[in-house]
């Protein structure tokens, strides 16, 4: 299936021009997203809870915060830059009931619509611009005269303007410099939340540590696993960043690559493939979105649990006592 993908030319950046863009939260993304849209000439309030203590640090920035529902009942666009969990109560509460006629909601991330968590009313655009990267490289980036690549989707058209609008929205974080590729909700959703647990999250860290664990156990040193197994994923991360599995394999040995092609099928094999096919079948028929909207409800509890057993780990001292050793690492 081919691919539409915008740049700076087909972007219409004074579609913003006269436009009021409330953004809610101000975390990594949000923080990016309302300083890059400003520096773009837009004009953004920053929707906040009066008690936040974001509050100053939007003021600093060069911005106007505003309490959530004074901003949205202002704003043309309402982003929502808040964490997933956050959004429902946000929407239910503050934002649904000041919506200006004709207004556009705007995510970074389709959970909540494609879940049916929220659901907007018919008269109102809704639409998508999801950068493909942290906020913090999302503002430096833009600062260097760059970008970061964007998706964008549309899930309701009421105006008739609404894909132009995510594009110009793109164009104003700095996503048309680098490219702009229209999606769905749908897809977006599905393929993010796979990638976080089947590699990204869950996948790779379960691999490094079933590395750490496999040598520790047949009595090597905690510390030598630790570099072998954890430390060195980010040397062989950034190739393939740069220039992907081909670049990788010309910078490691041939021992390295004979290694990489003839026993990496071995780890990965069908069998978890079938399970990456199970977890995204929970993805797509949304046991997976029911499970933690559950979790949510009930405060987190497994979540919790689970995040402690994973501190405790002993990877996490050794790593932390390995780091310790290198002042040029930012903890």
């Not at 004074?14 to 993304?29: E, M, W």
């Not at 923080?31 to 309030?45: F, K, P, Q």
Request: hydrophobic content about 40%; proline content about 5%.
């Amino acid at each position: 299936m081919s691919l539409n993908i915008y740049y700076q030319k087909d972007c219409d950046l004074n579609l913003l021009s006269n436009a009021a863009i409330c953004v809610l939260g101000y975390g990594s993304q949000g923080r990016a997203h309302a300083r890059n849209l400003a520096d773009s000439g837009c004009r953004v309030v920053v929707g906040l809870r009066e008690a936040s203590g974001s509050w100053e640090l939007v003021k600093g920035d060069g911005l106007e915060p505003a309490e959530v529902s004074q901003a949205v009942r202002q704003a043309d666009i309402i982003c929502f830059l808040l964490p997933d969990p956050a959004q429902p109560a946000v929407y239910e509460s503050l934002v649904a009931p000041n919506l200006k006629p004709g207004a556009t909601l705007l995510f970074a991330h389709g959970f909540n619509l494609h879940y049916g968590q929220i659901s907007p009313p018919p008269e109102v655009d809704v639409i998508m611009v999801a950068p493909k990267g942290p906020g913090k490289l999302v503002r430096d980036l833009y600062e260097q005269g760059q970008g970061v690549p964007c998706l964008i989707a549309v899930a309701q058209d009421a105006s008739g303007r609404a894909k132009q609008t995510a594009l110009a929205y793109a164009a104003g974080i700095g996503g048309a410099r680098a490219g702009v590729i229209e999606t769905t909700f749908a897809e977006e959703t599905e393929t993010d939340l796979f990638g976080e647990q089947a590699v990204l999250c869950g996948g790779l860290s379960a691999l490094m540590k079933a590395g750490f664990e496999t040598l520790v156990e047949a009595g090597y040193a905690p510390e030598m696993a630790y570099f072998e197994c954890i430390h060195e994923t980010k040397l062989i991360v950034d190739l393939i960043y740069q220039g992907g599995l081909k670049k990788m394999r010309r910078f490691v040995s041939d021992t390295a690559k004979f290694g990489d092609i003839t026993r990496g099928p071995r780890v990965v094999d069908e069998y978890v493939k079938e399970e990456m096919r199970e977890i995204l079948a929970e993805i797509k028929d949304g046991r997976f979105a029911r499970e933690w909207i559950l979790e949510n409800q009930a405060n987190r509890p497994m979540y919790n649990a689970l995040l402690r057993a994973e501190e405790a780990h002993p990877v996490e001292e050794v790593g932390a006592r390995l780091r310790s050793m290198m002042g040029w690492l930012d903890d």
